[in-house]
């Protein structure tokens, strides 16, 4: 099954974008990656995700490179609320549409 | 609407103690999955129902978790025999089952589990 591998940490200033990294250069032609991210002592909440085009939500935006080997998740105006921990996920077939989590990025918004 | 809801937020057992949580997924979604997550980790996946059938259990770590889903509703995750090894967050996710790859999972705020 394909796999991710994405920074261990990041941190940016509030108010400005933050851009989270992911590698999936395993990722097969009908694959899509989602992005979750997990605040402190919750369940992960869903943020986004996309099959080979770039998507938009109330979130964040997703932008999937042309080889679809690595993508970028954006939070244009990042809060102290946005610290989280956040997820890359390739969703693969593995008896079930299980999620393959890694170890993800935590993002620490600076005040 | 109302989310994945899971009860208890917390639970406290002695080794040895056999534990049942509960998960409650969105109304009207078909599948419903279970994860283990241990302190500082990603969760992992356990079991996955499609309905009220269990269509993969392949995560489970050992013959004393079970988990069933008998209406096709709520599901219970049963731990026999409690271990410490055991102690974790255990997360409960439902999906419409509607679409396949696309499908998009929801979470339930998980139940935290302590084995002393």
């Known amino acids: 099954d394909a796999k991710t591998t994405q920074p261990t940490s990041m941190d940016c200033a509030e108010g400005r974008a933050a851009n989270l990294p992911c590698n999936h250069s395993?990722?097969?032609?009908?694959?899509?990656v989602y992005w979750y991210r997990q605040i402190h002592s919750q369940g992960p909440q869903y943020i986004i995700h996309?099959?080979?085009n770039n998507e938009t939500n109330e979130m964040a935006s997703l932008i999937i490179t042309e080889d679809r080997k690595s993508s970028t998740l954006i939070l244009p105006h990042a809060t102290l609320r946005d610290t989280a921990v956040y997820y890359c996920?390739?969703?693969?077939?593995?008896?079930?549409?299980?999620?393959?989590f890694g170890k993800g990025t935590k993002l620490s918004v600076i005040p | 609407g109302a989310g994945v809801s899971q009860s208890p937020r917390y639970k406290v057992a002695k080794r040895g103690q056999d534990v049942a949580l509960r998960c409650d997924p969105i109304s009207g979604h078909v599948s419903l999955f279970w994860y283990q997550q241990a302190l500082g980790q990603g969760p992992e996946f356990l079991t996955y129902f499609q309905n009220e059938a269990q269509l993969d259990k392949s995560g489970l770590p050992s013959d004393r978790f079970f988990a069933e889903r008998p209406e096709g509703s709520v599901s219970t995750l049963k731990i026999q025999r409690t271990q410490q090894e055991d102690s974790a967050v255990y997360l409960c996710?439902?999906?419409?089952?509607?679409?396949?790859?696309?499908?998009?999972?929801?979470f339930g705020p998980g139940t935290r589990l302590t084995v002393l």
């Open positions: 395993t990722i097969s032609g009908n694959e899509y």
């Open positions: 996920i390739v969703s693969s077939w593995a008896g079930s549409y299980q999620l393959t």
């Open positions: 996710a439902s999906s419409s089952g509607l679409a396949g790859r696309a499908d998009t999972q929801y």
């Open positions: 996309g099959l080979k």
